[in-house]
């Protein structure tokens, strides 16, 4: 059984504020989508495909080259959209990738990753079909009325935060944005698009540290973390 990583690197980065997209902003002189692939490519997994901002792929194919990232089989363009871009590397990683493989998604701007929580997810995908990241809420919840105030609790006991990494049965993912294509729905995220076709989606291990560099305050608490050894992001 293959385990084929789809990375998705097309975000502009118009939150962080940045004159290029932000998966390439530079920390300590190497830019942050290869602090990710430094780690994804010491996982037991095959292949990573990278789903990149079109007019950046040659640079980042450069970057490849220069960092020895050895497991990175195709840098393509991404969509216009997210579920665009998560259909363009589906349709290249089926290629490389039979109807029982396992295909992970994960964020290139997520770069502490750990062995634990890759290998978690890919364990569930396997048993169950489809898998992601997810945290326990430890804080309160508040449900909008409009932007300015709320005035009903959230039940936090009964809600999870998702993330990536996700994993899932090839052909169970691919056929769901097939369909969804053909009726132009347009998901936000692999995990949306399997409890809207009513596929149970299994919790695998996360934890706090694993961020999503979205904001500049991110990009602070990633260097503040990221010479800590996994044992140290998760926390034991």
């Not at 084929?4 to 504020?17: C, K, Q, Y």
């Not at 002189?29 to 942050?32: A, E, F, K, Q, V």
């Not at 969509?79 to 259909?87: A, L, N, V």
């Given at each position: 059984?293959?385990?084929?990583?789809?990375?998705?690197?097309?975000?502009?980065?118009?939150?962080?504020?940045?004159?290029?997209?932000k998966?390439f902003?530079?920390?300590d002189?190497?830019?942050?989508i290869?602090?990710?692939?430094r780690?994804?490519?010491?996982?037991?997994?095959?292949?990573?495909?990278?789903v990149?901002?079109?007019?950046?792929?040659?640079?980042?194919?450069?970057?490849?080259?220069k960092?020895?990232i050895?497991?990175?089989?195709?840098?393509?363009?991404g969509?216009?959209?997210?579920?665009?871009?998560?259909?363009l590397?589906?349709e290249?990683?089926?290629?490389?990738?039979?109807?029982?493989?396992?295909?992970?998604?994960?964020?290139?701007?997520?770069?502490l990753?750990?062995?634990?929580?890759?290998?978690d997810?890919?364990?569930?995908?396997?048993?169950?079909?489809?898998?992601?990241?997810a945290?326990?809420?430890t804080?309160?919840?508040?449900?909008?009325e409009?932007?300015?105030?709320?005035?009903?609790?959230?039940?936090?006991?009964?809600?999870?935060?998702?993330?990536?990494?996700?994993?899932?049965?090839?052909?169970?993912?691919?056929?769901?944005?097939?369909?969804?294509?053909?009726?132009?729905?347009?998901?936000?995220?692999?995990?949306?698009?399997?409890?809207?076709?009513?596929?149970?989606?299994?919790?695998?291990?996360?934890?706090?540290?694993?961020?999503?560099?979205?904001t500049?305050?991110?990009?602070?608490?990633?260097?503040?973390?990221?010479?800590?050894?996994?044992?140290?992001?998760?926390?034991?």
């Open positions: 059984m293959k385990k084929n990583v789809i990375l998705l690197a097309g975000g502009s980065g118009s939150r962080f504020g940045s004159n290029i997209p998966q902003v530079c920390v002189n190497t830019p942050l290869i602090y990710t692939l780690k994804i490519q010491l996982l037991d997994i095959d292949n990573i495909i990278i990149c901002v079109d007019s950046w792929k040659e640079e980042l194919r450069n970057l490849v080259k960092y020895q050895k497991k990175v089989y195709s840098v393509i363009s969509g216009q959209t997210g579920h665009d871009s998560i259909f590397g589906l290249e990683a089926k290629k490389i990738t039979e109807s029982n493989d396992i295909v992970v998604l994960h964020d290139a701007v997520r770069p990753i750990t062995k634990h929580c890759f290998d997810v890919i364990e569930k995908a396997i048993k169950h079909n489809a898998a992601c990241a945290l326990k809420i804080e309160g919840l508040v449900i909008k409009t932007e300015e105030y709320g005035k009903q609790i959230g039940d936090r006991f009964n809600t999870v935060r998702v993330q990536t990494p996700q994993a899932y049965k090839f052909k169970l993912l691919y056929d769901i944005y097939s369909k969804a294509n053909k009726k132009e729905i347009k998901y936000s995220y692999a995990d949306a698009a399997c409890i809207l076709n009513d596929i149970p989606l299994y919790f695998s291990t996360s934890f706090v540290t694993n961020i999503k560099i979205t500049r305050s991110d990009l602070a608490f990633f260097k503040a973390l990221m010479n800590f050894s996994d044992d140290e992001l998760e926390g034991e």
